[in-house]
């Protein structure tokens, strides 16, 4: 295949519990623009089968493909020369001085959310890009702004002049079940709209280490450089995530995806229509998740809640009077038992809200007030 240019990946690698693995953050990538852009959805990884009763999906791809698109977002590098080697660039390698200037650009994916030109993608596509445009699944090309960037989600909104555009059908990611169908949509390596079909692995995946707010659906279809910010949809072709990341070893796909889940992906984009910035709560604590293993070292009744591992100075957190050591089960009246789950409270609250907390410490159980501040980028 011959491929209409090259691509490179960003690999941050984490300790998230899979050994010797790799957390890729696809950054489509820095480099020259591709000569080629366009194509015909390609449907890629598995022959037609019955599943379920079906025996095509081409359905769900005429319903929900026209609204994905491929974004080139260019920047200007001053004063280091990237080395390239083959397709990719290479991350870690280190720059050679220059002092030329070059233009580099990026090869992601976006959903258009509205027919007068909202499109949606991942903040690490477009991030410090100068120039940005969008090509079409029909072959047309547009300019297009930022609207705004997230970088608690990794999300981004651009905007487009345009009026009658193929806006995506949203379902509800609520709704799926692990084994779902779910179909990956975007551009890989810039050959072109293509089509790769998995299932639901896992919902509710947090702590991985992508980014400070997750909730991620887990896919096996095949995430690849290019398909940052694509859409995720289910059998109907409706929209349930924006694909954001794998686990890969090799920095190929690997079966172990994540998609940004799309009623997250939209309560983010609407504020930054509506705001043009997202303000979140924040009491300044950390804290871990209550596992099994921590209820037993403890001796806390149950794993629930989230365990306090230490609290800022002048916090509200500390001004509320946790502790290390407490567990923090409840905000409000919502029910906490994971540290996502707190943290998603705390944030959803806003700032300057009052917060009532029920904590346990030791065997006593403890109701305590906070008032949330603005939470600062990349906080917990």
Sequence with gaps: MEHSGTTAHLITALAAGAAGAL???????LAP???????????????????????????AVGRSAPAVVSIFASRLVHGQESKVSGLYLQPYAPPRPSSRETRETALGSGVILSADGLILTNRHVVK????????LADGRRLEVAVLGLDSETD?????????????????????????????????PFGVGQTVTQGIVSATGRAELGITPIENFIQTDAAINPGNSGGALVNARGELVGINTAIYSESGAAGGIGFAIP???????????VEQGNIQRGWIGMSGRSVTP??????????????????????????????????VVTRVGDREVATIQ??????????????????????????????????RPAQAQ
Excluded: H, Y
Excluded at 23 to 29: I, K, M, Q, R, V
Excluded at 262 to 269: I, N, Q, R, T
Excluded at 307 to 315: E, P, Y
């Design 23 to 29: 957390l890729t953050l696809w950054l489509a990538g």
């Design 33 to 59: 623009d591709p000569s080629r852009e366009g194509g015909e959805a390609a449907a890629v990884g598995t022959s037609p089968q019955a599943i379920g009763g079906m025996d095509s999906l081409a359905d």
């Design 262 to 272: 799309s009623d997250l992906a939209l309560k983010v984009a609407r504020t930054i």
């Design 128 to 135: 410090d890009a100068d120039s940005i445009r969008v090509l």
């Design 155 to 187: 999300l981004a909104v651009l905007k487009a002049r345009a009026a009658g555009l193929p806006a995506a059908p949203i379902g509800d990611p609520k709704a799926l079940r692990v084994g779902d169908l779910t179909l990956a949509i975007g551009n």
């Design 341 to 374: 789950e707190l943290l998603d409270a705390i944030a959803g609250s806003g700032p300057n809200q009052p917060l009532s907390l029920e904590v346990w410490r030791g065997s006593q159980r403890l109701q305590t007030n906070a008032v949330t501040a603005e």
């Design 293 to 326: 293993e921590l209820a037993e070292t403890f001796g806390l009744r149950a794993p629930r809640g989230v365990l306090v591992s230490s609290t800022l100075k002048d916090s509200p957190a500390e001004q509320a009077g946790l502790r290390p050591g407490d």
